[in-house]
């Protein structure tokens, strides 16, 4: 059974740093892409940023370049999204997902497994 489990998450002030982790079981992670989407209340859920199974390969939202680094683990079967100098407008539930492919999408319906979620709310 595949299971992903996001954790990190919690509140934060604006301009600080928060790092998110997905521990992932139940698959070969070295095959998978992996990528974090989020969810505010009354929006869809969006793109954060995506990496494939070479850490080489990472791309991310217009919205959070240069401020969040997607990086991943596959000794520990972990992908991480550690994020600097937040803002009020990332206040979300962070999820992290995987896709058995190569590259990441930034399209959230091709991806195979989805985490839970965890809470990042930024305070102004």
């Known amino acids: 059974q595949v299971q992903l489990v996001e954790s990190g998450g919690g509140l934060v002030q604006a301009g600080g740093s928060l790092r998110l982790s997905c521990a992932a079981s139940?698959?070969?992670?070295?095959?998978?892409?992996m990528a974090w989407f989020r969810q505010a209340p009354g929006k869809e859920r969006e793109f954060v940023a995506g990496i494939g199974w070479s850490s080489g390969s990472t791309f991310y939202a217009n919205s959070v370049k240069g401020r969040f680094t997607i990086s991943r683990d596959n000794a520990k079967n972990t992908v991480y999204l550690q994020m600097n100098n937040v803002k009020p407008e990332d206040t979300a539930v962070y999820y992290c997902?995987?896709?058995?492919?190569?590259?990441?999408?930034?399209?959230?319906?091709?991806?195979?497994?989805w985490g839970q979620g965890t809470q990042v709310t930024v305070s102004s």
């Open positions: 139940g698959l070969t992670f070295s095959t998978y892409a």
């Open positions: 997902a995987a896709v058995r492919s190569i590259f990441a999408n930034s399209d959230y319906s091709k991806y195979d497994y």
